[in-house]
């Protein structure tokens, strides 16, 4: 009943690889979000989002402007910046390197299973491989649960 669900091919294939990833996304953004809990806070994280947001719009707005008024308050609150900038990278670097574990998925799991097949077709586009199936579907899903959890460029606070 089910058999075309656990095929190598359309659209069980395409179904397959589309749950992995929102699997993978949310789990991703979940530890993104433990990550700057633990490492940070949860609310310092979102005052230094805060800060670094007035910090780009104020420097984008002197650029524009050359005021060397503004130009100078940017000057003394760089230091500052720069600090923030290597405290929020932290968790960043964690989740990276916990992402390097999902090469195991594609290594043993995705490639053996699919290889070059078709697994998608994209109007317009045609045939896809589980590569080009798997990294917009990452990027969409990567996205979504960002938001949701609040962590990421662009997250809603």
Do not use: H
């Not at 990550?35 to 947001?53: S, T, V």
């Amino acid at each position: 009943m089910l058999d075309w669900l656990f095929a190598p091919t359309a659209p069980g294939a395409t179904i397959i690889i589309l749950l992995i990833c929102v699997i993978i996304s949310c789990a991703n953004s979940l530890i993104n979000r433990l990550l700057i809990q633990r490492l940070i806070g949860w609310e310092e994280y979102k005052q230094m989002q805060r800060e670094m947001a007035e910090f780009r719009s104020l420097s984008s707005r002197a650029l524009r402007s050359k005021d060397p008024k503004i130009l100078k308050k940017l000057e003394r609150q760089r230091p500052r910046i720069s600090q923030m900038q290597r405290q929020m990278s932290k968790p960043q670097m964690a989740l990276m390197m916990i992402s390097f574990s999902y090469i195991v998925i594609w290594w043993f799991l995705l490639i053996p299973a699919y290889g070059a097949s078709n697994i998608a077709f994209i109007p317009g586009i045609g045939g896809v491989s589980v590569v080009l199936w798997y990294f917009p579907c990452s990027l969409f899903f990567g996205t979504i649960f960002s938001r949701i959890f609040g962590v990421g460029l662009g997250a809603t606070q």
